[in-house]
């Protein structure tokens, strides 16, 4: 097991190297921090005085490895837009996606996994298909049109919830910021929460809809009518337990796709979080934000590639003899 | 039944009819006649791309000529409300444009795009995967590390943050080449989902006989792939390609909505959405609904689509 | 009374190209304790015949016409949930892939104890207990740490004896065992056929058993039917089966089999194919490959008849004819 875990982290730091270098390239040569920093009517000299200060004359490889350096330490620099440390900024905004995240990763759940397990039971039953129409919808609406709609339905039209930003928010220890704790971030957090996980609930619900209807067609489950188990162990006993294998896996790499679409979610509603810093940084090009995001954004992922591998290992005893390959696997 | 089945499948003694008699009589065609939301989907979708394609002969207005808007006209609501005119059904937005026309241009970008960069994920997909699954050892190694560490990112994460970065970089040049960078960059993020697909089914007809016999003949393997197991793997291809239409469409929408899409000169449906987004609170809520409407239908009607095609492709769902 | 008893059942398959018979009138029986192989070639309705009777008929299939009885009482037709209490308890099942028989996720003694639970009631304690003692039966070593490991880290052969205890484990009156033994090696092959056996005569069971072997049938069976297009064309005592086969089809199917005393050139064959379900001619449906055709056959369809000690679905048993024939 350690050794699993070993091998899975040292597949992870190629990886991790190359897009800290792609950042490093982003970094160093897009835009021209000199100019930026320095202002318009810096002489030749202080230019040069400050090249040198960022290390901007040195060789190109060292220069890499002194900016590994940095991020090791922390420092991403500071962001053209706002002057202040990237880290900083980062470490202000992250609470507030990862909440939103969260919140609606488990409604997705909530939802679509009993949604999709009715589904694939009751194939043709008029709720059936109410659910599968309603799922196609879901995943033809674009998550930022999702927001658009519900705020125009219950913010301008309703009044009932704010329409940007989180509400009044609680620290909590040096680093934290919640908005469970406040009615006003709790009403902040229902339309987001919605528009991001609704795409996930509909994709949620259709992948275990598919896996079920799979397993429903498996010898095993042929022989365990043969053997007269009655439907509510078949179905929730063993078909449910084969289906959600690999929908575990798959829904762990979705919280991947959570966590890019709440960028759109949050430039919808201007949510205070690291993805619109993120949009906010493409349009006024601030580079070091932007190569920061990078690596921010690739260390997560790595992390939860290797959280759902030991989930994975977990569950499913077969692993390194046979594995079932998802049915509706992309 | 009393006559023996002439399939062009089966049958002893049965000649070999064309292509399209073949088709008529395919379970596939079969299946879609019977079958009424392929049909209307497909209908919907067929009038998508048509008004797409014609948009300039269909559009009443030329909203992209300067000349011909009036601020006067600006902010004209949809035909039955108060205050509309006949000449612009659907409305206005801030800048006295024609609704109507705007979408039907604009949705001709959408498609534009979304198919161009379906294409060029399709072309690098199948390419690499026919490449790695009959080249097999150090090329399907390495071809596939990549695509699957590209998988473990979300495609729209790759997708904006190429676009994000090339439009940062290029910051003056990005109006007219934004299109190009765009459809890179979607096409770009969806190609290794054909390449794994394409590299299990060339995995598969590659161990099978009429292959060997192929080779065993002296055929060249780059003629093998195409000529031979290319038509072969097609059927799952088709398949990822007309979802991944859709993905593309939303994908490009939602770039453009976040500001590093399509310009405002050159504006998607995504781009009008989000240029309409200002005026939801001052009550001109048409400005952005109905463009979102003409992308819902449309990536709609092409999910069904995809979903249908999906189900009767599948032999093993009856 | 026999235990099982089928009368002129029929399948259908409809299709967008018409209707299927894939069963067409097919009757015999199964009396307690004995073991009624049922043979011939792939597609001819064997295995269909066996999902019939336990109610397991994949869609679009459905029974047609005809009877089923179990122990003097219909089953066919009868609502799901009743069909689901005869399914284990009254009639079990052995599938032919071990491999995917069994659900990966849960343990071998999971998988006897549920199926036990269910049929007869009994706590969890003493369902384990049993499951441990069915894995004995069949002839598993170390059964009290077995019952606790996984169907994949057994061999193909251990699967398969698994499966039949399971199948045995609610105590059937009549185990459908749909070749049981066509996905193992040889040498597991006459292990598992000799088990089940033992099996049923200990457990006093009787066994349909299916399979396109005729020495697994030779071994094992008391009674042998010979399926062809959907219908049974012979039916009687293994022993007189095989060395006189009454019907030209199944003398076809001896002559085919290579013995080890003789010497011969080429292996004898029938002529033609069986037919397509599609295409199924009228009357005798081996009349276009009979070596003893005549007229009659082509025109009217042979129920089973008399035929010496066995019954076979051919004219030239008929009385009329046979007195002529041997005139």
Known sequence: ?330 | MSAPATKARGGIGAHSPGPISRFLDSDLWYNFRRSPVAVIAGAVAFLCIAGALFAPWLAPHDPFNLASLSLSNSFLPPVPLAGSQWAFPLGTDDQGRDMLSAILYGGRISLVVGFCSVLFAAVVGVGTGLLAGYGGGVADAVLMRIADVQLTFPAILIALVVDGIISAALHQLHEATEIYIIVFAIGISNWPQFARTVRGSTLVERGKDYVMAARVIGISGPRIMLTHILPNVLGPVLVIATINLAVAIVTEATLSFLGVGLPPTNPSLGTLINNGNAYLFSGQWWITIFPGLALVIMVLSINLLGDWLRDALNPRLS | MPLLEVEALSVEFPTRRGVLKALDRVSFAIRAGEVLGMVGESGAGKSLTGAAIIGLLERPGLISGGRILLEGKRIDGLPPEEMRRIRGRRIGAIFQDPLTTLDPLYTVGRQLAETMQVHLGIPGAEARRRAVDWLAQVGIPAPEERVDSYPHEFSGGMRQRVVIALALCAEPRLVIADEPTTALDVSIQAQIIALLKRLARDHGTSVMLITHDMGVIAETADRVAVMYAGRIVELGPVARVIRHPAHPYTEGLMASIPMLEERRGRLAQIEGAMPRLSAIPPGCPFSPRCPKVFARCAEERPELMPAGETEAACWFHAPALAEAAHG
């Open chain 1, 1 to 330: 097991m350690a050794g699993f875990i070993l091998a899975r982290v040292l597949q992870a730091i190629p990886v991790l190297l190359v897009v800290c270098f792609l950042a490093f390239l982003l970094f160093a040569f897009v835009g021209d921090p000199v100019a930026i920093m320095a202002g318009q009517d810096a002489t030749l000299a202080q230019r040069i005085a400050l090249r040198h200060a960022l290390g901007l004359d040195k060789p190109f490889y060292v220069q890499f490895v002194l900016y590994l350096g940095r991020i090791l330490h922390g420092d991403f620099g500071l962001s053209y837009r706002l002057g202040e440390p990237v880290l900083q900024l980062f470490a202000a905004r992250l609470p507030a996606t990862i909440e939103l995240s969260v919140t609606s990763a488990l409604l997705a759940l909530a939802v679509g996994v009993p949604m999709g397990v009715y589904t694939g039971i009751h194939r043709n039953s008029w709720l059936s298909r109410a659910f599968l129409t309603f799922s196609l919808i879901g995943v033809s609406l674009p998550t930022f049109l999702i927001g658009i709609l519900l705020i125009l339905v219950f913010s301008v039209w309703l009044g009932w919830l704010p329409s940007f930003g989180r509400g009044s928010v609680v620290h909590i220890g040096h680093f934290w910021t919640t908005g469970f704790l406040t009615p006003s971030g709790l009403k902040a957090l229902i339309l987001p929460a919605i528009t991001l996980g609704l795409f996930q609930m509909t994709l949620i619900m259709r992948l275990v809809r598919a896996e079920m209807l799979e397993v429903l067609r498996s010898d095993f489950i042929r022989f365990a009518r043969a053997r007269g188990l009655p439907n509510r162990m078949i179905y929730f006993g063993h078909a449910l337990r084969n289906t959600l294998v690999p929908v575990i896996t798959i829904t762990g790499l979705q919280l991947g796709q959570i966590i890019a679409f709440s960028i759109v979610t949050e430039t919808v509603f201007q949510w205070p979080g690291v993805g619109f810093l993120f949009v906010q940084s493409i349009t006024a090009a601030d580079i070091p934000v932007l190569s920061a995001y990078l690596i921010l954004m690739a260390s997560v992922f790595v992390l939860i590639n290797l959280v759902v591998d030991l989930l994975y290992y977990a569950v499913d005893p077969r692993l390194g003899i046979e594995r079932r390959r998802p049915a509706a696997a992309q």
